[in-house]
């Protein structure tokens, strides 16, 4: 009797599947300490509930047992960190029947220098990502002026600062040294427009060393 190999080849015609799909984040959950602030278990349920988002609406619906199921996390500490991220302004969370219907959110923090002015939290619908937080971007930057941009965009005030619903601006009190000059901003953009530069450099020699190579035979 043929031993059987484990490393025997596979055989003709079979074929590998691999999910490549992937979600994203914004880097300001770290950089703004606000992963640490609702802690590993709601950081870990936010990313459960974005696994599930609809690609053209954000919507899922999965259950508290299915979300224990994925993360092996406890049933009500499921429950206690969707209220987490609810009151963190990273979840939405309506009803439709007895279920639960979930949007996870971005939160982005708005500055000037190192002064932190307001938060913005934008529902994450994967389809629309790239285009709104460019324009969110742009518009906070003051490059572009486009009042829909801020349409279903979320402000939240930062702490010592209160917003005017009327002239669409935040007041506060800030020290001299936290305003930055003219030459910083200028610094700031040029070193902005370099990293820019770079990655683009970086996919056009990415691209080009890929249309170099040669098929194998």
């Known amino acids: 009797m043929a031993e059987k190999k484990d490393n025997a080849p596979a055989p003709k015609g079979v074929r590998g599947d691999l999910d490549a799909t992937y979600i994203t984040q914004q880097r300001d ?17 936010w990313s459960a509930i974005k696994y599930h988002s609809d690609f053209q609406t954000g919507q899922s619906w999965p259950g508290i047992r299915h979300l224990s199921a994925l993360t092996g996390i406890a049933d009500k500490t499921v429950q206690n960190a969707i209220k987490t991220l609810e009151a963190a302004h990273l979840l939405r969370v309506t009803h439709k029947g007895r279920r639960n219907v979930y ?32 324009a969110l971007r742009g518009a906070t930057s003051g490059e572009i002026a486009a009042a829909d941009v801020w349409a279903d965009v979320e402000l939240i ?30 610094q700031a953009k040029s070193v902005q427009d370099a990293r820019e530069k770079l990655r683009l450099q970086a996919a056009e020699m990415k691209a080009s060393a890929a249309g170099k190579r040669l098929p194998k035979k």
Do not use: N
């Open 29 to 45: 959950m770290f950089a703004s300490g606000l992963a640490a602030q609702i802690g590993v278990y709601a950081y870990t349920v």
């Open 103 to 134: 949007v996870a959110r971005e939160r982005m923090d708005v500055r000037v220098g190192d002064r932190v002015i307001c938060s913005i939290a934008v529902d994450y619908v994967p389809a629309q990502m790239r285009q709104r937080l460019e």
């Open 157 to 186: 005030p930062a702490p010592g600062m209160e917003h005017d619903a009327k002239t669409g601006t935040y007041k506060g009190r800030m020290r001299a040294d936290e305003i930055p000059s003219q030459s910083d901003l200028a």
